[in-house]
């Protein structure tokens, strides 16, 4: 029987990103920032998920190429849900809670040859409803095992 070498697992990088917006409701493609980060990992396969800690913010992922998009985004959240609805809450913020849900807190993108896995014409975006803030989105990139 012969010693095989012990595998090290590869380790997790945790990093937080700053996203700063300048509206009230705002789309903000953060992509590139996610990608460096995947690349400073040095992993080649795995997992990038992103949670945003803030209860009136999102994350998505949806078309980049043209402008327009993330812009006819924010205005349907904006028809949908009336910052000045019948809402009991009583901050003035009720249509931000509710878009948050909406969209949601969190995403995974796969990780393949060191780069984040989205679609041709795809970009991820933190979503602002309560701005303009200083924002943050966790990023938590794993690696899959060795093998």
């Given at each position: 029987?012969s010693?095989?070498?012990?595998?090290t697992a590869?380790?997790?990088l945790v990093?937080?990103?700053?996203v700063?917006?300048d509206r009230r409701?705002q789309l903000?493609?953060i992509?590139?920032e996610?990608?460096k980060?995947v690349?400073?990992s040095g992993c080649?396969?795995?997992?990038?998920h992103?949670?945003?800690?803030?209860?009136t913010?999102?994350i998505?992922?949806?078309e980049?190429?043209d402008?327009?998009?993330?812009?006819?985004?924010?205005?349907?959240?904006?028809?949908l849900?009336?910052?000045?609805?019948?809402?009991?809450h009583w901050?003035?913020?009720a249509d931000?809670?509710?878009?948050?849900?909406?969209?949601?807190v969190?995403?995974?993108?796969q990780?393949e040859?060191?780069?984040?896995l989205?679609?041709?014409?795809?970009a991820?975006?933190f979503?602002?409803?309560d701005g303009?803030?200083q924002?943050e989105?966790?990023?938590?990139?794993v690696p899959?095992?060795a093998?």
């Amino acid at each position: 029987m012969s010693a095989q070498p012990a595998k090290t697992a590869a380790r997790a990088l945790v990093k937080t990103l700053a996203v700063k917006t300048d509206r009230r409701t705002q789309l903000v493609d953060i992509t590139r920032e996610v990608q460096k980060l995947v690349a400073e990992s040095g992993c080649a396969s795995g997992i990038c998920h992103l949670y945003v800690p803030h209860t009136t913010a999102g994350i998505t992922i949806n078309e980049n190429d043209d402008p327009d998009v993330p812009r006819d985004i924010e205005a349907a959240l904006d028809r949908l849900v009336p910052k000045d609805g019948p809402y009991k809450h009583w901050e003035g913020n009720a249509d931000s809670h509710i878009k948050s849900t909406l969209t949601g807190v969190s995403q995974s993108v796969q990780v393949e040859g060191g780069r984040v896995l989205l679609g041709r014409w795809q970009a991820i975006f933190f979503c602002e409803f309560d701005g303009p803030r200083q924002r943050e989105v966790r990023v938590k990139i794993v690696p899959d095992p060795a093998v």
